[in-house]
């Protein structure tokens, strides 16, 4: 059974991790090139700081996002978001394997 889902309409249902994982992927595709903290991130898209962090790594994990410590530290979608395409090819592994199947 899913658990959290939201009804983007009446085909598509996403969880709140796959829901925020988008926007946290739309917020960084907005300012591509540039590096942006998990705190910018969470309170732009009004999203816990600490779920945003776990997100993060998933999306990390799945090569979705590139992280770089330090002061100037932050996120980075791994590609130029023009060149991936539309649809889950590129963000498969973690989006659709971490996120949006994830069972209680």
Known sequence: MYT???D?????????KAEYGLKAMTNLAQCYPAQKTIGEIASQENISQKYLERLM??????EVVQSSKGKQGGYVLSKDPKKIPFGWRYCANALCRKILFQRA
């Open 57 to 62: 790594g998933i999306l990390r994990n799945g």
């Open 4 to 6: 959290n889902l939201v």
């Open 8 to 16: 983007i309409n009446k085909n598509m249902r996403f969880s709140t």
